[in-house]
């Protein structure tokens, strides 16, 4: 009997234009977890792909419990034993989270009709596993993308696997979820189950990693025991190169003029923000801290006229500005990279050139209102050389593009309006170490040609290391700032539980 529950050799995959896949070969132990890492662009994801039977490899064999496999498609892999979380979430919004989970595999009852009851009531259990108390019944479109996070590791966990793939899988989730899930591995482990996880968090990494290895520009570069790596280690064999600093020199000039100030923004809803106030001087970086459900998407998305609001006064350079939508918002110049790339940020079936564009066809219009291609093409092709976008091609998919690829183009799109303002939600999730540093030069840049930038972000370390100011939630509420000099995690995290509701119902304010 071999000594591995899979057995990945030699596997090729070329598309259009770029080799993906050169020859790499992978090996997962069961009852282990084997760490998947490498740059976005490596080829970690379309290498599961291959293995999940959503992509069909070149050449190479796989070898699976044993025996030789080619799944023709996801249901083949899932029927077998493999089941994968995948990077960018794509569940059915207006489905039940029961329907979502059993998806393709619903209980029968009566009448060869599904059996909602069951479904439930399986679902709860599920969900109670990983520790998400909602009711099975409720709607995917009123989650949180943590939460529904939270629901594909249920989905993948009701399949039974023998061999559970994890690409990205805490992305988006707070830290007791965290902890909640790496229970669940363990679990996991206990049950002889081999899991392949997928990250660029190097703390989870050595944490809960039996095994490591490394993809570089589509080709296996090498595995190694958890034990003997460290982060340097890890990051040297992703890149090739050692990166003395994780984040580059801030040559940014924060100017007194203020571009940006709201008075006591707050929203109709009472379990949303209430009585924000804040100012945004030019070139700064505003950094906003808290815990998920601090409501800092939400003041964002209010201010880019998402959401309505019930009271407060926004103004931008010292006028008084009503921004009901989103147009109002580009108007006034500021722009908004959202949160989650694949839901409301890039069109997945476009060109990189139409998502680059989308947002500012109306200055390319020539005569009898055609557009300008030539001069449009002039533009992406100058935004795609700036932001060193790898792509093929401006004309590629840009779903094919990699995360931080993705996320260059989405930057690029609202750069082609040069805006005053950019609210930048989350601006490296799911993104490689290399990748997120080039990120936040393009930030440091933006801010040092005076651009002014609010940055949302869930990674300490990245709150710390990029921003001028920190500006702090919590429960709906601002509970404070701190200048770059006195930020420190311990700092954040009290400002961050400030307002939090203690256990008998009343208020804490440390």
């Known amino acids: 009997m071999s000594e591995y529950i899979l057995e990945m050799k030699h596997i090729t995959k070329t598309f259009p234009g770029v080799k993906a896949l050169d020859d790499v070969s992978f ?8 760490a ?3 740059e976005n662009g490596a080829g970690k994801s379309t290498l599961m792909k291959c293995l999940f039977g959503i992509y069909h490899r070149d050449g190479g064999t796989i070898l699976f419990d044993g025996q030789e496999v080619n799944f023709k498609d996801s249901k083949e ?5 493999v089941s994968m979380i995948h990077q960018e979430l794509q569940p059915i919004r207006m489905m039940t989270i029961a329907e979502n989970v059993f998806l393709g595999n619903y209980p029968l009852g009566r009448f060869n009709l599904v059996d909602h009851a069951k479904m439930n009531q399986d679902t709860k259990a599920l969900l109670d596993e990983v520790g998400l108390q ?3 019944k409720t709607l995917l479109h009123h989650l949180t993308v943590s939460q529904m996070q939270s629901v594909e590791i249920a989905k993948a966990i009701s399949h039974k696997a023998k061999v559970v793939i994890m690409d990205e899988p805490t992305s988006s989730l707070t830290s007791s979820e965290v902890e909640k899930l790496f229970s669940i591995i363990q679990q996991l482990k206990e049950k002889n189950i081999g899991i392949i996880y997928i990250s660029h968090k190097m703390d989870e990494i050595l944490r809960i990693s039996d095994d490591i290895s490394v993809m570089r520009d589509g080709q296996y570069v090498g595995t190694w025991p958890a034990a003997e790596m460290t982060t340097g280690k890890i990051i040297q064999a992703m890149v090739g190169r050692e990166l003395t600093s994780l984040f580059p020199e801030k040559t940014n000039k924060v100017e007194e003029e203020v571009v940006l100030r709201l008075e006591n923004l ?4 009472p379990l949303s923000f209430k009585n924000a106030s804040f100012d945004l001087k030019k070139g700064e970086i505003l950094g906003i801290g808290g815990l998920v459900g601090a409501q800092r998407t939400e003041l964002m998305e209010a201010l880019y006229g998402m959401r309505v609001l019930k009271e407060g006064k926004i103004f931008v350079k010292g006028q008084e500005v009503k921004i009901k939508n989103p147009a109002a918002a580009i108007a006034n110049k500021i722009a908004l990279v959202t949160e ?3 839901f409301n940020g890039i069109f997945g079936v476009l060109s990189v050139s139409d998502n680059a564009s989308i947002a500012s066809l109306h200055q390319y219009l020539g005569h009898l209102g055609l557009l300008n291609e030539k001069q449009i093409s002039q533009v992406v092709n100058q935004s795609v050389d700036r932001l060193r976008v790898k792509t093929p091609s401006t004309k590629t998919h840009i779903e094919s593009l990699s995360g931080g690829n993705q996320q260059k183009v989405i930057l690029a799109r609202w750069l082609a309006n040069d805006p005053d303002i950019l609210i930048l939600d989350e601006p490296t999730r799911g993104i490689d170490v290399g990748a997120k540093y080039e990120i936040y030069q393009i930030i440091n840049n933006l801010a040092a040609e005076g651009k002014s930038i609010i940055m949302i972000t869930s990674e300490m370390s990245e709150l710390l290391g990029v921003s001028d100011r920190v500006m702090v939630m919590c429960e709906g509420r601002i509970s404070g700032f701190l200048d770059r000099e006195e930020a ?3 700092a954040v995290m009290t400002l961050a539980t400030k307002f939090m509701t203690n256990q008998q119902g ?3 304010d440390a």
Do not use: C, F, N, Y
Not at 27 to 34: I, S, Y
């Open 488 to 490: 420190t995690q311990e």
């Open 77 to 81: 892999a899932i029927d077998a034993g």
């Open 506 to 508: 009343g208020e804490t």
């Open 340 to 342: 989650d790339r694949r």
């Open 134 to 136: 909602i009711d099975p």
């Open 27 to 34: 090996k997962l132990r069961p009852g282990t977890v084997h």
């Open 36 to 38: 998947l890492m490498g």
């Open 266 to 269: 707050t929203s109709p809803s």
